[in-house]
């Protein structure tokens, strides 16, 4: 029977592939799982759906081996198992993509599925990796070239090889964290056709998500989890998006469009800006746009169309190549210096948040302060005041709602997502800032968290700052944008007033215009 | 179902069974989400009385009797004053050398070319003596402050290549170590041998160049002055707006950059004081130990002061204590050297002994080691 866990011919279909019963797992005082049952059937895709923290992840990093459960019981195949690492979870067919990709970047694909598949000496490694590489990417139809060096491969195509790799090891219990999150709608639906072709060879396929209308349109079953406590099993025909909403997250969340009442004059004016990577990439070919006083412009667009280059020109991280950059009542700013154009009262809420909006390893406080200590508050050069700082921190802690702060001494990089951009913000609105640039300020935020950003956003407007929101989410753009430009290859190709059709700027987005 | 294999190494080709090592207890790892403060600390106290285990059992298989080191690392030392002195002499060098390596790697700047910066420090020190620049009263001052100079403009080169050009700084800082070295070498075997003994080192400095005695067998005022350097340091590190962004540019340097911190100045201005800490280490041991500058007065403090940096997690405080332990370690070993013939490597191999301990404490801070039955 232990053969059957590793087999990839189909086991029997329904019946149960992975059982969990009554899993508890603490940290410390914090309970994560609380009595968790959770069954995966052999053939079917279930989602897992909840917010951050509701301990979605726990519940599969017990499954691969990560964590061991304080107590529970735990069957797959119908025979009990102890998973105490990920060598025994890869034993028993059980195969995790990990949010963050485990990928070495600087070798090659086929190497990093040779460096989680050993097979006799490199040589015949390779030989045989090769082959079963080539027939895995045949039946799930995925394209890879498995010479090019990970760091040159994009992230989609780094997702594929994760993939491989996990089935090569012989995964027929394949657990998905967050797999769309860094794909666009089209390459999702692709990807989705891929694993629905793993589920009718008999394999079954966890799906981590946010994303409701993913679990609605691909899951077979869907199990909601919130608190540590699975709330629901269903079938997608049982529930809606409200409902799975309000399991989610316990009370019911609408948001509802709500138009700028006064757009002023334009602060912020941007023309003709171009740039050109390091690489020789022609990455932004003429941008010009302006922002107004008191309106959100979404820029809608297909990521790796320029926007993040936009983003790090308008910042002042990179200077561009040509154009200019005017901000009201200060002239040219083109060039300037990060520090100097955040003095002027521009604020960027970054899309790489533990990257590049805070320091995980410094205090929540000091994430908090860093803003203001540039600015030259908390006292002077020769001496820091913590203590103040402290007490501003706690207060922007409890005016943006910033959960799971135990104290102002804590690392920022143990909030979690949702917590983590909201103090961002906090920090970011602490300067009344009057441009504001946010990238894909709600990606990977559940929709209780992505709501709280949204009304951040708003407030700031309604304060007559110009927000420019930069995002792939056409449900976004829709819900905030006064005015709406679209991104295509460097270039704003089409500008929309707010509450435009969407499939129009989904044309301008893909260029079928 | 066949049972348990436990043959690692060959796991993926066994037949799949949860139950491979189920019978038998075994430890499983485990990610921490965080450990507070004091257990921290509580885990390197631990891994360093492990070190020190370790190394008496080394000792004890040299063929010092265990009896005795009690006697030579703890009782000798703080009972018979010429050897705290001994260790004080010892302690104010490295602790200027360990604040050396803190500041460095505080902005992520491994200068391994602490010794270069020592050497061109004490060549600064000894341009001053030799030249009998400056009134006999500032004589010292202008010694020390030449040295830190001398430091920073040796430092000069790799921050710049750094900065400018993404040249590796630890290969550039460890290889002009050898180029300070030799030029060293180049004075005190040419223009700069001391002409009454025609030995390679210099003339010896006259009395006004020389660190006052402080009235405690030879401990001089350097004692006083790397204390101060670490009061300086302290206030430059934890207390400053200075030390408040170099934090930033440690933990994450993206996003520093992001905020406005201007990061390459800092990086910059970091090097420089860390060179010239260094540099003022060569002004120490030369004026201070040797009253001239010898061909070797800065063999081995390089490795010393990274490692008190390392272990002082470039704590401006825990370097002093390190920096004494360290003076500790280098004193008995003196003394396990004459009375039982113990090589002196093996005081380096006690200093890699606790370091490895303490670095392996990190790893049980990051994981959890379970037992699994």
């Known amino acids: ?513 | 179902m066949t049972e348990a294999q436990d043959l690692p190494g060959r796991a993926a080709a066994a037949p799949a069974t949860g139950r491979r090592r189920g019978r038998w207890p075994h430890l499983a790892l485990e990610v921490r989400q965080h450990m507070p403060g004091p257990q921290q600390a509580l885990m390197l106290g631990a891994s360093l009385v492990a070190g020190i285990a370790i190394s008496t059992l080394v000792l004890v298989a040299a063929g010092v009797p265990a009896g005795n080191l009690l006697d030579e690392f703890v009782i000798s030392i703080f009972t018979r004053p010429r050897n705290l002195a001994n260790v004080l002499v010892y302690t104010a060098p490295l602790v200027i050398v360990g604040l050396a390596a803190a500041v460095a790697f505080r902005a992520r700047f491994w200068n391994i070319g602490i010794e270069g910066q020592m050497i061109f420090g004490a060549i600064g020190a000894t341009l001053i003596a030799n030249h009998d620049i400056g009134p006999e009263g500032a004589r010292l001052y202008l010694m020390a402050a030449t040295a830190a100079f001398a430091g920073m403009v040796w430092m000069l080169v790799p921050a710049l290549l750094k900065l400018r050009l993404e040249v590796n700084e630890i290969i550039s800082t460890l290889l002009l170590n050898y180029v300070a070295f030799n030029f060293l070498l180049f004075l005190l075997y040419g223009p700069w041998k001391d002409p009454q003994s025609a030995f390679p080192h210099s003339k010896m400095y006259d009395a006004a160049e020389r660190l006052t005695r402080i009235g405690f067998f030879n401990v001089d005022t350097s004692i006083y002055l790397a204390f101060a350097l670490a009061v300086g340091c302290f206030l430059l590190l934890v207390v400053s707006r200075f030390g408040f962004l170099l934090n930033f540019v440690h933990a994450n340097p993206k996003m520093a950059r992001a905020m406005g911190v201007r990061v390459a100045v800092l990086v910059l201005s970091a090097a420089l004081v860390s060179a010239a800490l260094a540099g003022v280490a060569g002004f120490v041991i030369s004026a201070g130990i040797d009253n001239r500058m010898t061909q070797s007065f800065f063999v081995g403090y390089g490795f010393s002061g990274i490692l008190i940096g390392f272990l002082a997690r470039n704590n401006p405080v825990l370097v002093v204590f390190f920096a004494a332990l360290i003076a500790v370690l280098m004193v008995a070993g003196q003394g396990l050297q004459v009375f039982y013939q113990i090589p002196s490597s093996m005081v380096l191999l006690i200093q890699a002994i606790i370091v490895i301990c303490a670095a392996a404490s990190e790893f049980l801070i990051r994981y959890r080691l379970r037992l699994v039955r």
Request: glycine share 12%; hydrophobic share 45%.
């Open chain 1, 1 to 513: 029977m232990s053969q059957a866990a590793r087999s990839r011919a189909p086991a029997e279909a329904g019946a149960p592939a992975l059982r969990m019963k009554g899993i508890t797992k603490t940290f410390g005082d914090f309970v994560a799982l609380d009595e968790v049952d959770f069954d995966l059937r052999n053939g079917e895709i279930h989602a897992l759906l909840g917010e951050n923290g509701a301990g979605k992840s726990t519940l599969m990093n017990v499954v691969a081996g990560l964590y061991a459960p304080d107590h529970g019981d735990i069957e797959v195949q119908g025979t009990p198992v102890r998973i105490s690492g990920p060598q025994d979870a890869r034993l028993l067919g059980i195969g995790m993509v990990h949010q963050h990709y485990k990928l070495v970047g600087g070798f090659t694909a086929l190497e990093n599925i040779m460096l989680f598949n050993p097979r006799g000496s490199f040589r015949q490694s390779r030989t045989a990796v090769r082959t079963a590489a080539a027939d895995a990417a045949d039946k799930l139809g995925f394209r890879v070239d498995l010479d090019a060096r990970m760091d040159r491969l994009s992230v989609p195509e780094q997702q594929r090889v994760e993939i491989m790799k996990i089935l090569i090891a012989g995964a027929s219990i394949i657990i998905l964290d967050e797999p769309t999150a860094v794909l666009t709608d089209a390459e999702a639906q692709k990807f989705f056709a891929a694993m629905r072709g793993l589920a009718e060879i008999g394999n079954s396929v966890v799906l981590v998500t946010h994303r409701l209308s993913e679990a609605l349109s691909y899951a077979d079953r869907i199990t909601v989890m919130r608190g540590g406590r699975r709330i629901r099993t269903a079938h997608p025909e049982e529930v809606d998006a409200d409902t799975l909403t309000e399991l989610i997250v316990g009370t019911r969340i609408v948001e509802k469009p709500a138009p700028s009442e006064h757009v002023g004059a334009p602060v912020l004016t941007v023309s003709g800006l171009e740039l050109t990577d390091a690489g020789g990439v022609v990455r932004l070919r003429g941008v010009t746009l302006d922002l107004h006083a008191g309106e959100i412009y979404c820029l809608a667009g297909i990521g790796g169309n320029g926007q993040t280059e936009l983003v790090e020109a308008l910042t002042g991280l990179v200077p561009p190549d040509a154009g200019r950059i005017d901000l009201a009542g200060h002239g040219k700013v083109t060039g300037l210096p990060p520090d100097r154009l955040r003095r002027l009262g521009l604020a960027c809420i970054p899309s790489d948040r533990q990257g590049q909006a805070l320091a995980g390893d410094l205090t929540v406080a000091e994430n908090f302060a860093i803003g203001g200590v540039l600015a030259g508050r908390f006292g002077g050069a020769l001496a820091v005041r913590r203590k103040p700082m402290a007490e501003a921190a706690a207060a922007a802690v409890r005016d943006f709602e910033v959960m799971g702060v135990r104290s102002a001494r804590q690392k920022a990089g143990l909030l979690s997502g949702g917590n983590a951009q909201k103090l961002v913000i906090a920090r970011e609105f602490s300067g009344a800032p009057s441009v504001i640039v946010a990238h894909s300020p709600s990606r990977g935020l559940d929709v209780r968290a992505a709501a709280a950003v949204h009304g951040h956003l708003r407030a700031a407007r309604d304060r007559k700052a110009a927000v420019l929101l930069i995002s792939e989410d056409l449900d976004e753009v829709l819900l905030l944008a006064d005015r709406i430009g679209v991104m295509r290859s460097g270039r704003i190709v089409a500008e929309f007033p707010g509450g435009t059709d969407r499939r129009t700027i989904g044309r301008a987005m893909v260029g079928h215009d």
